[in-house]
């Protein structure tokens, strides 16, 4: 007879379901791992925008072409993680990727932003995980040590300032900021067409 953590009986299929889950998790968990011993850790940092991509696929995240992961970021996972063309990560990013992380095309986001999408529920008796989606549409921009928590869509051409702890929805084009943030004001553009470019070799 086999139970789970809090002592409950598994049937066979529950069983043949988390064993497979567990080694999908293990080989996730190894190209992470790979990942973050050449991106993440200081002085060992590959400078190759190209080769952090790849690590990252390898991981099971979907990054578009074009798109930069600065040095210096972390992620507790990749699977979840979804990412367009010509998006820039800047350095010592922080993203979550236990639950669903959409980011779109022409995104850019500033350096040491925290983006969590999983927090544990404090009123269940097992402090169980609750994950929820993160989207970030095309053409948003970041600033530097935003807090995004779970749940969270952030609108087309939207803007967040930077330090801004983001807890609600921004609507397409919102200028938010403050903690927690709040609109303060709106985007003049409404059809941005523009490119981010190509990132530097050593960022």
């Known amino acids: 007879m086999i139970k789970d953590r809090m002592g409950h009986q598994l049937s066979v299929k529950e069983v043949i379901k988390k064993v497979t889950n567990r080694l999908y998790n293990y080989f996730a968990d190894f190209g992470l791992f790979i990942f973050q011993i050449g991106v993440a850790i200081p002085g060992v940092g590959i400078p190759s ?34 990412i367009g063309e010509d998006t820039i990560v800047g350095h010592g990013c922080f ?11 022409h995104v850019n986001i500033a350096s040491e932003v925290m983006i969590y999408n999983s927090e544990h529920d404090v009123n269940s008796e097992d402090f169980g995980a609750v ?13 530097p040590r935003v807090i995004v928590l779970p749940g969270v869509t952030i609108g087309k ?26 609109v303060i004001g709106e985007r003049k553009i ?12 050593f960022q």
């Open 131 to 143: 994950e929820e989606p993160i989207a970030i549409h095309d053409y948003v921009f970041i600033g």
């Open 157 to 182: 051409g939207a803007v967040v300032a930077a330090g801004a702890v983001v807890t609600k929805d921004v609507p397409e084009y919102g200028i938010v900021g403050g903690v927690p943030a709040k």
């Open 95 to 105: 993203i979550d990727g236990r639950g669903k992380v959409n980011i779109g095309n």
């Open 49 to 82: 925008h190209h080769a952090r991509r790849f690590l990252m696929r390898l991981g099971g995240a979907k990054i578009g072409k074009g798109t930069s992961i600065h040095m210096g970021c972390k992620f507790f996972s990749l699977k979840n993680l979804s």
């Open 190 to 201: 409404k059809n941005p067409n523009y490119k981010l470019g190509r990132a530097r070799l």
